[in-house]
């Protein structure tokens, strides 16, 4: 698993470049144009290596780096500075003495940039006795609804839980009803839309971690959606991406279903995912309609097409197409199918267990835990 990586660096096309080098590396980063940004996000998401751009001069490169060096969240976090050019000496020995780890100038190749965060990030989990800490986020998206989304999510996440292979987080932001809920037989109390409401961006983990709910014979912990419309009108968008934030520090792997959504609320999140999941169905309408969000996400939305992982699922019986027929008219690979399950689907719903758990043979079951395979490797 790669490291958090923060990149602070005022001009878009470097910032990027270094965003898109780092990722091709498997790191996770956000990255951010100013240093109170760089702030926030650096107290909320504790990176492992904080890289920043001091060549400009609206910028007050050393200040920040102090900033940093005062949280106390970042006390084993690295600073990695990134300068114009090889100045002079007195450059250096400010930037050390502010509070940097290492300096490296352009020109630069991006790679190279990759290169020395993955060597520092293994140095930074030694040092800190980890072997791992950014969590993964994989969402769950469809281009139209009732084709399974939720189904394939819920079911793909307590495979993930059902493997032990670290802790795992499944969040509902499908507004304003969620409905993972009764699929895993629970209510909360607390969902996202409480924890999304309000004024300010300020979200911490103990805020975070006081909405989850718990299943422990699931062995995940959920964030779950509104069963109140009036509580979802509520949302401040601006909360939702820190708090996927926090997320990200609190389990290996954090599932997220958005639905059918394309908002000011989604967009960020699958934008900073490391995985999207697009469930569809084997009818023209989902296929044209997956088409166009391709397109909008490979264009417009600035969403990288490497992430997207599409996933058939008969969830109404096979209609009239084959899995090679439904990747002939997207253009692209479909990695798993799930086939038609009948009744026990909504059997299992009914009685609020995931059909991983209470029918893990059948064929259904065995494929989400393909898909969980997969989504993990
Ligand atoms: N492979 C399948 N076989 C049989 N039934 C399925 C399958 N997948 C999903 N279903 C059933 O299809 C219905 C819709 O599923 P689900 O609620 O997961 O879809 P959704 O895409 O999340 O819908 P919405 O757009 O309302 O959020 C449910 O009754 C579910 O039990
Ligand atoms: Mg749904």
Redo the contacts with the bound molecule.
């Keep these: 698993m790669g490291a958090r990586v923060l990149v602070v660096d005022p001009d878009a096309a470097s910032r990027k470049s270094s965003r898109e080098a780092l990722e091709a590396f498997g790191h996770a980063v956000i990255a951010v144009p100013d240093p109170v940004l760089a702030l926030e996000v650096g107290r909320t998401d504790t990176p492992d290596i904080i890289v920043v751009a001091t060549s400009h001069s609206s910028f007050n490169a050393l200040g920040l780096f102090a900033q940093l060096r005062q949280a106390p969240a970042l006390s084993t976090t690295f600073i990695l500075a990134l300068a114009p050019r090889a100045g002079q000496l007195s450059d250096l020995q400010a930037a050390f003495a502010a509070g940097a780890d290492d300096y490296v100038t352009r020109p630069l190749d991006y790679r190279e940039l990759a290169i020395r965060v993955t060597a520092l990030a293994t140095r930074v989990k030694q040092l800190r006795g980890q072997s791992a800490t950014a969590g993964r986020l994989i969402t769950f998206f469809?281009a139209k609804?009732?084709?399974?989304?939720?189904?394939?999510c819920v079911n793909t996440s307590a495979s993930v839980a059902c493997s032990r292979n670290g802790p795992v987080i499944l969040a509902d932001l499908?507004l304003p009803l969620g409905?993972v809920g009764y699929m895993v037989g629970m209510d909360a109390h607390w969902t996202i839309a409480d924890l999304a409401s309000g004024e300010g961006t300020d979200v911490d983990r103990s805020l975070v971690e006081s909405h989850l709910t718990t299943r422990s014979e699931i062995g995940m912990r959920m964030l779950l959606g509104p069963r109140d419309p009036e509580k979802a009108q509520k949302v401040t968008p601006a909360r939702v991406e820190p708090i996927f934030r926090a997320l990200r520090n609190m389990a290996s792997w954090i599932f997220v279903d958005i639905?059918?959504t394309l908002s000011r609320i989604s967009l960020p999140i699958l934008s900073m995912s490391d995985r999207i999941v697009m469930?569809v169905s084997p009818d023209t309408a989902c296929l044209q309609l997956t088409k166009v969000c391709l397109n909008y996400f490979g264009t417009s939305g600035g969403i990288n097409l490497d992430r997207v992982v599409l996933v058939a699922?008969?969830?109404v019986g096979r209609g009239h197409m084959g899995k090679s027929d439904m990747e002939e008219a997207l253009g692209r690979p479909i990695e798993v199918l799930?086939?038609?399950?009948?009744d026990s689907?909504?059997a299992a719903?009914n009685q609020g267990i995931p059909l991983v758990y209470k029918e893990p043979e059948c064929g259904?079951a065995l494929q989400f835990g393909e898909l969980a395979r997969y989504l993990t490797k």
């Design positions: 469809s609804g009732g084709v399974g989304t939720t189904s394939v499908v409905s639905g059918r469930v699922n008969w969830a799930i086939p038609y399950g009948g689907f909504t719903t259904p």
